[in-house]
């Protein structure tokens, strides 16, 4: 059995977009080290402000990653939106997916999605809408060998 967890969260990362967007591909370098080493796969958003996150894998790989995500000061209010066992995997071949809508882009279906109130009332119904968004904007393309960035 594989457990996903999908949360959202409000982004700690300071300074100019620029330097945010710098600061997640970090964030995204380190995540797809460790998650190719666990066997988790999943997909990442920053959008202004915020973080949403799907993550699969079995527990006990994904239990200890997962701690330490949560304790991770580059964000906080973690609201987990879905905690489930599924038979399959919605990412197979994503050690991490990103996607992100660059400020101004409000016609992209992720600036619709309502993450403060997800923030503090999201559940099932909201972990299932940003399921479909990640997985439409990430279906059309293959895993790059260097596991690359995708900006919608
Ligand atoms: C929004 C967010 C998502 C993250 N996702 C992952 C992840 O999928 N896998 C992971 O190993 N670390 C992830 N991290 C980073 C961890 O919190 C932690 O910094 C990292 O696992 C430490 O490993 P390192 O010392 O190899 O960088 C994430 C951090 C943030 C803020």
Same mark, same amino acid.
């Not at 460790?34 to 079995?58: V, W, Y």
């Not at 993450?115 to 997985?135: K, M, V, W, Y």
């Given at each position: 059995m594989i457990t996903r967890i999908v949360y959202v969260s409000r982004s700690r990362l300071n300074g100019s977009p620029q330097d945010q967007e710098r600061?997640? *591909?970090?964030?995204?370098?380190?995540?797809?080290?460790?998650?190719? *080493? /666990?066997? %988790?796969? @999943? /997909?990442?958003? !920053?959008?202004?402000? !915020? !973080?949403? #996150? /799907?993550?699969? @894998?079995?527990?006990? $790989?994904?239990?200890?990653?997962?701690?330490r995500i949560r304790g991770d000061s580059r964000h906080s209010n973690m609201k987990i939106l879905e905690h489930v066992q599924v038979e399959q995997r919605l990412f197979p071949t994503w050690s991490m997916a990103y996607v992100n809508?660059?400020?101004?882009?409000?016609?992209?279906?992720?600036?619709?999605?309502? !993450?403060?109130?997800?923030?503090? $009332?999201?559940?099932?119904?909201? /972990?299932? #809408? %940003?399921?479909?968004? %990640?997985?439409?904007n990430i279906m059309a393309l293959s895993q790059p060998a260097d596991g690359g960035a995708v900006q919608l």
């Open positions: 600061q997640t *591909r970090r964030i995204l370098a380190s995540a797809r080290t460790n998650n190719r *080493r /666990a066997h %988790l796969t @999943g /997909a990442l958003t !920053f959008n202004e402000g !915020f !973080f949403a #996150q /799907a993550l699969e @894998g079995s527990v006990n $790989d994904l239990a200890p990653i997962f701690e809508t660059p400020t101004g882009q409000e016609r992209h279906p992720l600036a619709h999605f309502a !993450f403060e109130s997800a923030l503090t $009332d999201g559940t099932a119904p909201e /972990a299932e #809408q %940003l399921l479909r968004i %990640l997985r439409l």
